[in-house]
């Protein structure tokens, strides 16, 4: 008897519980935009549930579109779900870094949430509130890929809550590439078989004869490459793709950026300085103005059916994949270019590889945090765990200006893609691309250390000097080493091994 | 001796400490600090930041850079803008239309106004390339070539300045007595010679001013290089301003970006007194 009346406590426990959960699943919250919505501990039920009223959260994140508008949207919709008022100022990426800085350095407590680039985990990390053992473990959570949780931890502590995926691929234009006149025109211009360039040797050399003409007899020129190379204007990612494969030995650990034993600069060693000479040598292919092209010229660039390759973030893909694109379905992803030569710098020598070496970039992304300082911190990670639900995030994922990237195992489905009008093999292109870059184990991030922005700053000025001719790639690079050499005496080695030590354990897939 | 009506100076004595004196004051304070990503607030490190100021031949090139920059623009701008200024004074017809279309350019905001030209320059996809090959030029790198992105910045910087000069200079132009003329006409002056001998001497005080205004305004140059060349290509048009922006705002070296402004500012004011003095010495013939 005492059996069956605790479990029929049990079971009115759990009926008491899964109840409300159950009447709020069947709620009707298509009014905000999305199919459905996915029952998870944030799901629009659940923290429809929560009563936030009389409280304030304080948002600073991007401009409006990238990332600042679904932080607009999501915050909107939690200040209607839940009645408390969320506050969000939107700042310009330039300004971004110093207004989030200045006041955790002051010690003011104005800002409860963050946006920004994941790279600045190194210069934000002892301002930020730890995530939750609750957030940490819920099902959306369990679905982030490992690479992107490994990005949003610190020391161990999951200190910034994934909500974007980053890295940098290859696109290409599927129907030159499958065009047998084209085809013939490489044959004929190289004695090789046109195929997805599987080295930066063989892209330049593809870019280079689809460069100066006519291939998709739309009365425009057409060229073969469009890259960022644009000084200060994210340049030094695309420089990074580019030298990765030569400078990162799959068999050689400690460190990509600085040998983390001496925390000397490893940026002038060979492998860098091979990756800038093939940067300055693309020249040549890219259209009128390419060396001066920002993020949002090689979108347009690519995007808008002008060049035949493109390297960087999703970006310039689902433009080209944006319903009413004339290139639309006509593309494919594939992983960057890699290289047969292989800087080792513990023998000094290049080592020949058969297959290129391929060293994916997850480069820098969207991420968000908590200040440590909060005084709602439990709204704070309810709103970012409800900014990010399975439901927002395919919605978001839909919507190209958002900036918001696939970062969870769930999001590498074909199917999804195809539903938004994909071709089968362009989504599989894209999804297997994704995919196997979380496989990959000689993978390259970026360098999340204290003063990462002076790091990047410096090689971004001596990439853009060898690209311009005003040094040779060696010089260039060889001035950026001092200045990082200062850098790194003015930070401090060991305060800068310290927080090097988690990207070299990314790198080094010790977790 | 401090009397009661010395006390109504008071509050304009204290608006004047809080914003003018006391960020110089600060600034000066921070440049001697390491203040930085990592080490916020006012430690002391003596003259460090200074010291390595010296050895930065960025700044200094980017100085060297911003001198060329600022006597071009400056001098098309005086051209140009006393040119203008002539033809509305004389009467033209439609005037007043013009003096209003001339000041179009100094209305618009500068960050605006870098970003549809940056689109007018833009190789593949701006109007520039494409007017010059209707009449058979090719392709100019406007802003992928040194040259072409330096000739760009002073481009932009001429169209956006010029009616300020203009401005001025019509000012000056409107105030001058007539008598002079008067006698220039009865003796049977030229146009040219009126110019010459009547128009700019009396012209001298009011251009010196206009021009050291647009000297100090030049040597600040920012916005039109972040839009149009962030710097680039390499450092080709890397200016003070941009340069002390990138070390304090984006690598966030707040100690150093402090003594670069402090030293920057110093070399500005020298450097503007000398060039006020050459400029009254040789136009008005005599020391200021």
Redesign the interface.
Known sequence: MKRISSTLTIAAMLTSTAMPAAVQAEADYSKYGIAKDIPGSCSYAAIDAKDYSGQTLNVITHAIPVIGEPTALHAEQFSELTGAEVNVVHVPFGDLFQRIMIPFQSGQNAYDVLFYASLWIGDFNRFLAPVPEAYTASSGMADVTDSFKGVATWNGQMIQYPMDGDRHYLKYRTDVFDNPEMQAKFKEATGRDLAVPTTWEEYNEVASVFSGFDWDGDGELNYGSAEVAKRDDLMFSAFISRAAPYAKHPDVGGGFFFDIETMEPLINTPGFVRGLELFVEAQQAFPPGGTNFGLGDEIFSFGGGQTLMSYSWDDAFIQAQQDGSRIRNAVGAAPLPGAKQVWNRETGEWDSFDEPNRAPYMTWGWSSAVSKESENQEMAFDFLCFFSNEANTFHDLQIGRFGVNPYRDSHFDSAFWQGLGWDADVADSYVTTLSEMEDSTNRVYDLRVPGVGQFMSSMANGVAEALAGQKSPQEALDGVADEWSDIVERIGADRLREAYANVVRLEDNEG | MLKPKHFFLLPALLTLAAIILFPLVFTVRVSFS?W???Q??LDFIGGRNYARLFEDT?FWESLLRLSGMSLITVTLQYVLGFALALAVWKKMRGGRIFRVLFLVPMMTTPVVMSVIWRTVF???LGPA?DLLSMVGIG?V????S?AG?FISVVIVEVWQWTPFMFLLLLAGLVSLPREPYLAAAIDGASPARTFWQVTFPLMAPISIGAIIIRLIEASKIMDTVYVM????????TETPSYYIY?RG?????VGYSAALSLAYLVLMIITLTIIAKVLMRFLVGKET
């Open positions: 390491s930085d990503v990592y916020a607030g960025r833009h190789e593949s390339n392709p790198p406007w802003l992928s040194a992105a060349t962030s710097g680039g290509p390499g450092t080709a990138i705002l984006r690598d966030f070296q």
